[in-house]
């Protein structure tokens, strides 16, 4: 028992070891945005990096935009904490990062949100943001303006819980989708495997960081909310 026991020890810290891999190489030089699927028009775009930009310089908060060609085979939440994870977004000490992850082939989204802003986005907020903003403009083919009115969303809510005001965001311009059905999505718990991607971005938050990031992460223990079209 106590070979099995020693084993299954040192199984769990080698897999903790390993570094945490992004599904696909995410290029985040411009700033918040990695649009792997070229679902993102450039007018859209560009707002959204305007207004993400002035959101982390305000507030310190990151939201990563991603799109993927592909979730190979993997669920999107947990691709969403790994993307949370590896590019360690939001602050470091403070994990005030969100993920907006979209996968077109597979139809399915998420909104990951890391513990520093759970009470800014919890979950309530986050199912209504995917359901009545993003996931109607999905469903008609138009995912650039989902993307953009999702990242919006969470852009105004942040901004308006550390009581700043953007100049490069109006709140009133939003476009806002109707929801004609009932949510397709699925919210379970925090997948067991999480927990040691929680404690590695806690240890190793000083790590290499990627883009415009303040090199936080901690993903994996705050909410979200999951939805397919």
């Known amino acids: ?20 891999q992004a599904l696909e190489d995410l290029n985040f030089q411009s700033g918040f945005i990695s649009d792997n699927a070229k ?8 707002a959204m990096n305007k207004f993400l930009w002035e959101l982390h310089n305000k507030t310190t908060a990151d939201i990563a935009v991603v799109t993927v060609t592909s979730l190979q085979g993997e669920d999107v939440k947990d691709v969403a904490i790994q993307i949370g994870n590896k590019y360690k977004v939001g602050a470091k000490g403070k994990n005030n990062g969100a993920v907006l992850l979209v996968a077109p082939n597979e139809r399915k989204a998420r909104i990951e949100v890391a513990p520093g802003l759970m009470n800014v986005l919890p979950e309530s907020v986050d199912e209504d943001i995917m ?26 809510i942040i901004a308006n819980s550390y ?48 883009g415009a990031f303040g090199g936080g992460g901690g993903f994996g223990g705050g909410c979200g909310s999951s939805g397919s079209w």
């Open 39 to 46: 679902v993102i028009n450039q007018q859209d775009y560009e």
């Open 131 to 156: 359901d009545n903003t993003m996931i109607p403009f999905f469903k008609s083919g138009d995912y650039s303006k989902g993307i953009y009115s999702g990242a919006a969303k969470m852009t105004t």
């Open 163 to 210: 009581n700043v005001q953007l100049t490069t965001l109006d709140a009133t311009t939003i476009p806002q989708g109707q929801n004609n059905g009932a949510r397709n999505g699925n919210d379970g718990a925090i997948p067991f495997w999480a927990w040691p991607f929680i404690i590695i971005g806690g240890l190793f938050s000083g790590r290499r960081r990627y």
């Open 1 to 20: 028992m106590k070979k099995v026991i020693l084993g299954l020890f040192l199984l769990i810290f080698t897999l903790i070891c390993l570094p945490v």
